[in-house]
């Protein structure tokens, strides 16, 4: 039991020295990749950039304990970044200390959301949000995140509210280009995407940093109208529960539960992903636990909240991490340079930062995919598309909430109009298949087999009933039974139970009789209760279509 609530039991016991090498190096490279990256979501939070550091300081600690993934990496990512920082603009009024505080505040609710997921067993929470929704939002986030950092990367200020306004605004700012900073962003760009193709896995961003420094520190570059990172507080962070409660901001609630679905479904989705190419699984109702503590820590240390990313999880991967133990020395090379090194940060320009960041969000456009749902479902496209224009229209928040709105509509919607499929003989043999798809198939005479492949509830009753009596109604007179096939539909609630006793009345009226077959055991228990079974006889899972047909067959004649 303990082992199954906290994870690491079993990996430390089991731990090989063989494999310390191999976490030691994964630690020290996921570091190096992990603190210009974490700087540079800082800024997008809106947060000095320290507080990027302190969430992958943290956040991996706990999710080492507690995490079923051997090479997820916990820090913060680019959507929530975003999303923070769009968000709490508002919220925060100008003032930086409170604006840290309800960052901090979101990851500390977000915690709460989380453990009470797990305690309520809601896993299947991440299914919610079809992949379709997700390839739509990943674009639209990767724009606006984009379009903030464009800014930096031409030295010029920026600003807006929204999309439209940054484009403006950056359009009237291009004349006052400053090119220096503009050739010294680019640069960057290429050496980042180089590395990753020459050199995937290596901390490429940590070299290009440190040059960066050394070139604006000893050189006439600092003169050229650089902005730099500036302090970076020397120390640990101090440990405190924010200072402001959920009644004195409004709008945290929503925006900790769309960083809670976005960290959960970019978590498991990379914890997957790993574990699929390492051969193990992982749980996805332990990660909810895993993510939750890990985010109260990060809170209660003054970050805001994290995710497993899947670009950090790559470069743990590719490193060579074999067990959770590299997060471990992640966060002790980090708490190291937190300690002795924060002095020589002072001096990072921010066209830097602008560079990892645009190199990062590359992945989250996915042009392929989309040509491909174009291609083969152009309602799926639609549905990606929509969540695109939502993230850049409304925002990051606004766009998390569309994207779950939109999915739930599309699943309601598959709800509420199933399937009804109407069955006829493969020639040769006992089994029935839907006469739409194959034509060819053998219509039994006098006989309508009725296969309903969802649940039947209360909001698709009605659409049930006007297909069946559609289809009743353009049969001969002579139809004299129907036969349900009920094995594709896994509940029935009382409301279905209900139709099908109606059903069985108004079939009767017409001297046409109803036959059931093949009903699972959920399904039996709920007819039964409403005394199916004294209409349309008895109802057994054993009995199949092919078994009623020949009943029926030998009744009528």
């Not at 405190?240 to 769309?258: C, E, F, N, Q, R």
Request: proline content about 4%; glycine content about 8%.
């Amino acid at each position: 039991m303990a082992s199954k609530l906290v994870p690491a039991i079993d990996w430390i016991k089991d731990y090989k020295k063989q494999t310390l090498k191999s976490d030691f190096l994964a630690g020290i490279t996921l570091a190096a990749y992990g603190i210009p990256v974490s700087l540079a979501y800082a800024t997008l939070a809106g947060l000095p950039p320290q507080y990027g550091i302190y969430g992958y300081l943290i956040g991996g600690l706990f999710y080492a304990l507690l995490g079923t993934s051997k090479q997820l990496a916990i820090g913060p990512t680019s959507a929530i970044s975003l999303l923070v920082g769009t968000t709490t603009v508002t919220m925060a009024q100008g003032d930086m200390n409170r604006w840290a505080e309800i960052a901090s505040l979101t990851a500390l609710v977000f915690a709460v959301m989380a453990v009470l997921a797990y305690l309520l067993k809601l896993s299947g929470i991440i299914n919610f949000i079809s992949e379709t929704v997700l390839v739509g939002f990943k674009a639209g986030a990767a724009i606006t995140i984009g379009l903030t950092q464009l800014p930096k990367l031409f030295g010029v200020k920026g600003g807006g509210d929204n999309f439209f306004e940054r484009c403006v605004i950056l359009l009237q700012q291009i004349p006052n280009l400053n090119t220096t900073v503009f050739l010294f962003g680019i640069a960057a760009v290429i050496l980042l995407i180089l590395g990753e193709k020459f050199a995937p896995g290596r901390p490429i961003a940590i070299l290009i940093v440190i040059l960066s420094i050394i070139l604006i520190s000893a050189t006439s570059l600092g003169n050229a109208g650089f902005n730099t990172v500036g302090v970076i507080p020397t120390g640990l962070p101090e440990f405190h529960l924010p200072s402001i409660s959920i009644h004195d901001v409004d709008g945290v609630l929503p925006l900790a539960m769309a960083c809670f679905l976005l960290s959960y479904i970019e978590s498991v989705s990379a914890g997957r992903t790993l574990a699929q190419k390492n051969g193990y699984t992982i749980d996805p109702r332990q990660e909810l636990l895993a993510l939750g503590i890990a985010n109260a820590a990060v809170a209660i240390g003054q970050g805001y909240p994290v995710a497993g990313g899947l670009s950090q999880s790559a470069v743990n991967d590719k490193a060579g991490a074999k067990t959770p133990l590299s997060l471990l020395f992640c966060s002790a090379t980090i708490a190291f340079c937190l300690l002795f090194l924060t002095g020589f940060l002072q001096n990072l320009p921010t066209v830097i930062l602008a560079a990892v960041v645009l190199v990062a969000i590359r992945g989250l456009v996915d042009i392929k995919e989309m040509k491909y749902l174009y291609k083969i479902n152009k309602q799926e496209f639609a549905v990606a598309m929509i969540a695109l224009v939502g993230v850049l229209i409304w925002g990051i928040l606004a766009g998390v909430l569309l994207a779950t709105i939109v999915t739930l509509l599309l699943l309601l919607k598959a709800a509420s109009k199933p399937n009804v499929a109407f069955l006829g003989r493969v020639p040769g043999t006992n089994y029935y298949t839907d006469m739409e798809r194959h034509p060819d198939n053998e219509k039994i005479a006098d006989m309508l087999i009725v296969r309903i492949e969802f649940s039947i509830f209360y909001f698709n009753v009605e659409y049930i009933r006007e297909k069946i009596w559609e289809k009743i109604y353009s049969e001969p007179a002579s139809l004299k039974t129907v036969i349900l096939d009920l094995n594709s539909a896994p509940r029935v609630d009382i409301a279905g139970a209900r139709f099908l006793k109606q059903l069985y009345i108004d079939l009767k009226a017409k001297n046409i009789t109803l036959k059931i077959g093949e009903a699972r055991a959920e399904v039996r228990d709920c007819l039964r209760a409403e005394n199916l079974e004294a209409f349309v006889g008895h109802i057994s899972r054993s009995v199949s279509v092919d078994d009623l047909v020949v009943h029926a067959l030998q009744d009528n004649h």
